[in-house]
């Protein structure tokens, strides 16, 4: 079979790829592999939710585990309440961005880690091979709802603690945010403002992921109220994205070199470290080294990231995306902890969220797509590995630990297979424009040579 797990779990077109019956398969199949005896199901608010949570739960109780029941969670609300449960796994049936034709599963272990690429291939295996650990009929497991939020909300109060009444305008998407953000900026002292704060899995007030273009009411409110800042959230809540006090929408890479090199100051700075995705702006770099820290690089995927933070000892991580990882506390990506987190970084700075992330540097993202068949797409990344580095000269850092990514002292290029189109993605980052266009024109000059030589052999 295929490969069934993406960079962020099971996800698929409902009743086209993600059917009732793979929902039973990876609940067989993880019952399984992870020997589980407990486990927690959580999921957001899209129309198949609860239609994949029946087929998913009843495969759970039928290899002899005990299920806790969140309904409609945030997902970090779910992998926290794997850890105060103490389950074996998590489950999390979401898209997180996508539309609402797209659900999925996210798999969480005991400690609030993303099921890794080892896990996803035993995982795979099993269900390959429909080798599954059913329980006899006396042993079967049981079902309990269990609230999750209080635990949730009490980690929060716990760790931030806020002087400012802030003017805080909510803009849940009518996702899962609708269970916890509110409440959770209220019991802080702020004064909230609620846009799209019904839940509703069609998503009819704006599109799930949360950008410039789809934050637009958002930026009206925050500015036609004279609040202090907007905050929203994409469908399942584990990515956050910000509009400052004067209703301009917050760059990601920008936020996250902010808010990261803020991060490391807190923790005595020197020698510390973040991690980001290689697909982050080199800002990261730029406010990570004014404070003594260093930026270490992982795949794209919040998996990835959760991994290199584990493996160096980071204070923080996270993707130019809004998905935010707060190791202290847990693993996963977790939107509303970031929120109120990055209040009271302005708190503790004494700015406002432009003054904030103005002292970021912006420099030029360029993003273009080279069509490549399905066939060659892999063979051409690797190929360009393997020649790219005699072909530029100046280069500070090679990495090919995410398709081919090249650092120089002013821009860097990245050349990546896409995972679900016929096309061969290049970003390319520099400090002028000059510089960017001329790195990306040598770069695609170079992939289409590549790709008309390796598909004119197939």
Same mark, same amino acid.
């Given at each position: 079979m295929g490969s069934l797990f993406g960079s962020s779990g099971v996800r698929g077109l409902v009743n086209v790829?993600?059917?009732?019956?793979? /929902?039973?398969?990876?609940?067989?199949?993880?019952?399984? %592999?992870?020997?589980?005896?407990?486990?927690?199901?959580?999921?957001?608010? &899209?129309?198949?939710?609860? #239609?994949?949570e029946d087929a998913l739960v009843s495969s759970l109780v039928s290899c002899g585990v005990k299920v806790y029941l969140l309904g409609v969670v945030p997902t970090p609300v779910l992998a926290y309440a794997v850890r105060v449960l103490g389950a074996d796994v998590g489950f999390m049936v979401t898209a997180s961005h996508n539309p609402p034709q797209y659900n999925g599963i996210k798999v969480f272990n005991s400690q609030t880690f993303s099921y890794v690429d080892a896990d996803q291939v035993a995982?795979? &295996?099993?269900?390959?091979?429909?080798?599954?650990?059913? !329980?006899?009929?006396?042993?079967? $497991?049981?079902?309990?709802? %269990?609230?999750?939020?209080?635990? %949730?909300?009490?980690?929060?109060?716990?760790?931030?603690?806020?002087?400012?009444?802030?003017?805080?305008?909510?803009? !849940? =998407?009518?996702? !899962? *945010?609708?269970?916890?953000?509110?409440? #959770?900026?209220k019991i802080l002292g702020c004064k909230v403002t609620a846009l799209n704060a019904q839940p509703d899995g069609y998503f009819p007030a704006r599109a799930s992921e949360p950008t410039g273009e789809s934050l637009k009411d958002l930026s009206k409110t925050v500015c036609a109220l004279g609040a202090?800042?907007?905050?929203?959230?994409?469908?399942?809540?584990?990515?956050?994205?910000?509009?400052?006090?004067?209703g301009c929408f917050v760059d990601f890479d920008q936020v996250l070199a902010a808010y990261g090199a803020f991060a490391l100051k807190q923790s005595g700075g020197s020698d510390g470290v973040i991690v980001v995705n290689v697909e982050a702006s080199m800002c990261v770099e730029t406010m990570v080294e004014r404070v003594g820290g260093r930026v270490v690089r992982s795949k794209v995927g919040d998996i990835y990231v959760s991994?290199?933070?584990? &493996?160096?000892?980071?204070?923080?991580? =996270?993707?130019p995306c809004g998905a935010w990882v707060h190791p202290l506390l847990h693993f996963c990506p977790?939107?509303?902890?970031?929120?109120?987190?990055?209040?009271? *970084?302005?708190?503790?700075? $004494?700015k406002t969220v432009s003054e904030f992330v103005g002292e970021v540097p912006k420099y030029l993202t360029l993003r273009e797509s080279v069509k490549c068949s399905n066939k060659v797409k892999s063979t051409v990344v690797r190929l360009? *590995?393997?020649?790219?580095?005699?072909?530029?000269? $100046?280069?500070?850092?090679?990495?090919? +630990?995410? $398709?081919?990514?090249? /650092?120089?002292?002013?821009?860097?290029?990245? +050349?990546? /297979?896409? =995972?679900?189109?016929?096309?061969?993605?290049?970003t390319v980052e520099g400090k002028t424009d000059v510089v960017a266009k001329e790195l990306m024109l040598k770069a695609t000059s170079l992939i289409l040579k590549r790709v008309v030589a390796e598909e004119e052999m197939v």
């Open positions: 790829v993600l059917t009732p019956s793979l /929902a039973c398969d990876v609940g067989f199949a993880v019952a399984t %592999y992870a020997k589980a005896k407990c486990a927690v199901v959580g999921r957001d608010t &899209r129309v198949s939710g609860c #239609m994949l995982v795979e &295996r099993l269900i390959s091979e429909r080798q599954y650990s059913l !329980a006899d009929w006396k042993d079967l $497991g049981q079902v309990f709802l %269990y609230d999750a939020l209080p635990a %949730y909300l009490d980690m929060v109060k716990k760790t931030v603690s806020l002087r400012k009444s802030w003017h805080v305008v909510v803009d !849940a =998407g009518c996702g !899962a *945010a609708c269970s916890v953000v509110a409440e #959770m900026f202090d800042i907007g905050v929203a959230f994409d469908g399942d809540a584990d990515r956050v994205a910000f509009v400052d006090e004067c991994e290199e933070i584990v &493996r160096e000892r980071a204070v923080f991580g =996270g993707e977790d939107g509303p902890l970031s929120a109120v987190l990055f209040l009271r *970084a302005l708190e503790v700075e $004494g360009l *590995a393997e020649t790219i580095k005699t072909e530029f000269e $100046g280069f500070s850092d090679f990495s090919v +630990i995410d $398709g081919v990514r090249l /650092a120089f002292k002013d821009s860097w290029l990245l +050349i990546r /297979a896409s =995972g679900t189109e016929p096309l061969i993605r290049v």
